[in-house]
């Protein structure tokens, strides 16, 4: 969903009554921008650790002349 050129995340859910019938309903909107930055920032974390695990590797390679 847009909304004044923002990129939102909506969720809605119902609430029902004993009888099950709809008594109202319950949403929340999140800025998906705020989203992708964590999915970037996540990434880079990802990145890092691989690289940090193939230095590993190689350090315990007992080819590693250090």
Known sequence: MAL???LLIVNITA???D???VA???GSFRDKTE???M???????HRYLKD???HTLI?????CPF
Request: a negative charge; glycine letters at 6%.
């Open 4 to 6: 004044n050129n923002l």
């Open 15 to 17: 609430i029902k009554d």
């Open 19 to 21: 009888d099950g019938e």
């Open 24 to 26: 109202g309903v319950v």
């Open 35 to 37: 989203i992708n930055e």
């Open 39 to 45: 999915l970037a920032t996540l990434s880079e974390i």
């Open 52 to 54: 940090l695990r193939a």
């Open 59 to 63: 350090y315990k390679s007992p080819l």
